[in-house]
């Protein structure tokens, strides 16, 4: 009986999603140790732990808290932040394919930040560049798309908008200089070469400010609205404040982690979508989505770092390699299932 | 002055005009019905009348007030609406379909308590949907979707409330079941009810209140005695019928008039 009635708790969660979720944070806390126990001068997982709670030697507080533990975190958030923005996306949009990255959001970051680096900026004009670019893609698409914010409208002008930045995007790089274009393709590609506190810093107090604004005020009437407009406005959502405000919040999120690690692929895409897969719950599962996302960027990232001996890859070319695979897998499956 | 009313309402869709100087006042404690052929513009009074669509003149009053001036919660907690048509999220099952009736109810700070509970095993018992709480709504058949929509609706636990096409999909025994629900939620509860119909018979039957649509216009209202006539009916929907008691309970009861065949034109179609 207590299971039915947790069920039946429309604000409350199942108990698969609890599972799911909890999964994925002690996943992404094995990896963590791992990846901060791996490189160049390998610390074993015990003594990792304890440096992170102060009590290891300064050679490794050094290696872990000023190299590899900011690195790590900046991987997490970005992951988290790509994870959240997509869920909200897919959810408004009632499209599962309804991503940032397809919708043109991403790419408003991504043609930002090439103006920067084909003008030579620094990473901090990269950085906010990126950010302006983002929202005012998102901006523009919703300005474009109308009040009316239709699912099918917004997908229209996004998949658009994606296109025309795409080309923009193109056109600069054939601007470009040999140098420029090489910093423009790694930061293209999504990458977390290099990341210190001066990423991870502002990326945890965006994230700590828009997650619980999303998870709280946004989360029980978005689950609603996925009853259509007229049922939610009937059971007292405010629709078209919540959805601006959502997109609002999920923009920014998706443009703060590009400008942090570029515009990583599919993660936005993929992250809620198995998260609503292993949960097969209603709703937007913000938080599995967001313990999965965190999951895969991390996992992607010690992978990119240690699966070629003599060099690391940039973390985009795993999460594309397995982004794409797991799509390729989907979809074989579902037509198999003869769901499409 | 009853607890909601439209006046001189101009109803639109962008641009474009369904109804002009609409106006229309539900009794107090009413069942009323209202009918009208398909694309008259029912949905659209009663969208208006919940404050989904904004009248781009005149005004909804809801308890002396206009309704778009109200939080939207707190309008939600006194009128509930069934829209015609809605989408289950992929997975979810009907008590919590059902469950998402309380959300009006609900805050940051007030979340799932045993009254909530209570409501919707109520409401789903009422609809008769309890046995299938556990399945998934998207695996139900069109009739006992519709009930799990009506007994989320329920659980809003509105005084007045709107019902766009409750009946659809439904056999006949489910449809005066959904029916004689509604006649109980309205005499015993005294809850004032709203539907769109489109069996005139049933509108007469338990209807105590009639508005009769066309293109835009309310071409009648009042008593169903009154209202449905054989003249109403063919003005309305241009069907040629005759009009009779009903044998069980002595309201009207519409009787289409015969398809004439060729060479039987000398037949009167009007009888
Ligand atoms: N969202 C909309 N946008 C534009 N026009 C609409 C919209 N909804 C309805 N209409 C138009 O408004 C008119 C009235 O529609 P409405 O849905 O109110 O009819 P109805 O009386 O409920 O019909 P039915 O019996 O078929 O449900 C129709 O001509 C319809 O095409
Ligand atoms: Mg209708």
């Known amino acids: ?340 | 002055m009853t607890r909601l009313s439209g006046t001189g309402m101009t109803l639109a869709y962008d641009k474009r005009v369904i109804a002009e100087d609409l106006s229309v006042e539900i009794p107090d404690g009413s069942f009323t019905v209202i009918i009208g052929p398909n694309a008259c513009g029912k949905s659209t009074l009663l969208r208006a009348l919940s404050r989904l669509l904004k009248p781009t003149t005149g005004t909804v009053l809801l308890d002396g007030r206009d309704v778009h001036s109200q939080p939207t919660r707190t309008v939600a907690k006194t009128l509930g609406l069934l829209p015609q048509s809605s989408t289950a999220p992929d997975g979810i099952t009907v008590a919590e379909l059902v469950a998402r009736g309380r959300y009006p109810h609900q805050s940051i700070l007030r979340r799932w308590s045993a009254e909530d509970e209570r409501v919707v095993e109520e409401s789903m018992e009422s609809t008769g949907v309890a046995d299938l709480a556990d399945r998934n709504v998207d695996e139900l058949s069109g009739g006992q979707r519709q009930r799990v929509w009506l007994a989320m609706a329920l659980a809003q636990q509105t005084p007045l409330l709107l019902l766009d096409e409750p009946t659809t999909y439904l056999d006949i025994a489910h449809q005066i079941e959904v029916l004689d629900l509604c006649a109980e939620l309205h005499e015993r509860q005294g809850r004032t009810l709203v539907a769109v119909l489109h069996d005139l018979n049933h509108a007469a039957r338990y209807a105590t209140h009639l508005i009769a649509m066309r293109s835009g216009r309310v071409a009648r209202s009042g008593q169903p005695g009154d209202v449905l006539t054989a003249e109403l009916v063919e003005e309305v929907f241009g069907l040629p019928c005759r009009v009779i008691d009903d044998p069980e309970t002595g309201t009207p009861l519409v009787v289409p008039a015969a398809r004439r065949r060729t060479g039987d034109l000398s037949t009167n179609a009007r009888i």
């Open chain 1, 1 to 340: 009986m207590t299971l039915v009635e947790v069920r039946r708790n429309p604000v409350g969660i199942r108990p698969r999603a609890v599972v799911v979720g909890v999964t994925a944070v002690v996943a992404t806390v094995v990896v963590s140790v791992f990846s901060l126990g791996t490189g160049d001068f390998p610390i074993a997982p015990a003594d990792v732990v304890a440096t992170l709670f102060g009590a290891g030697n300064p050679a490794h507080e050094f290696i872990i808290n000023e190299l590899r533990l900011p690195r790590l975190i900046v991987a997490i958030l970005v992951g988290a932040a790509l994870a959240a923005g997509g869920a909200v996306f897919q959810s408004l949009v009632r499209n599962p394919l309804g991503s940032p990255d397809m919708l043109g959001v991403t790419n408003g970051a991504s043609t930002a930040a090439l103006v920067v680096v084909i003008l030579g900026g620094s990473d901090l004009q990269l950085s906010v560049a990126a950010i302006a670019g983002g929202m005012a893609a998102t901006l523009l698409i919703q300005l474009i798309a109308g009040r009316a914010l239709h699912g099918f409208r917004f997908i229209l002008v996004g998949v658009g908008m994606a296109a025309i930045l795409t080309g923009i995007s193109g056109y600069l790089l054939t601007r470009g200089q040999q140098m420029e274009n090489a910093r423009a393709l790694l930061w293209l590609t999504g990458s977390l070469d290099g990341r210190s506190w001066t990423q991870a810093v502002p990326l945890l107090v965006v994230l700590g400010a828009v997650l619980p604004f999303l998870v709280l005020a946004c989360g029980p009437g978005l689950r609603i609205l996925e009853m259509g407009d007229d049922a939610a406005s009937a059971l007292g959502v405010p629709v078209s404040l919540l959805r601006n405000g959502a997109l609002l919040a999920a923009a920014l999120l998706v443009s703060f982690g590009a400008a942090a690690a570029g515009p990583v692929a599919f993660v936005a895409l993929i992250a809620p979508h198995l998260a609503k897969r292993l949960t097969r719950a209603p709703g937007p599962n913000l938080l599995p989505s967001i313990a999965v996302g965190a999951l895969l960027l991390s996992g992607a990232d010690f992978i990119a770092q240690h699966a070629l001996d003599d060099r690391a890859l940039p973390v985009g070319v795993v999460t594309g390699l397995v982004g794409g695979a797991y799509l390729v897998w989907l979809l074989t499956t579902e037509r198999r299932a003869g769901r499409i």
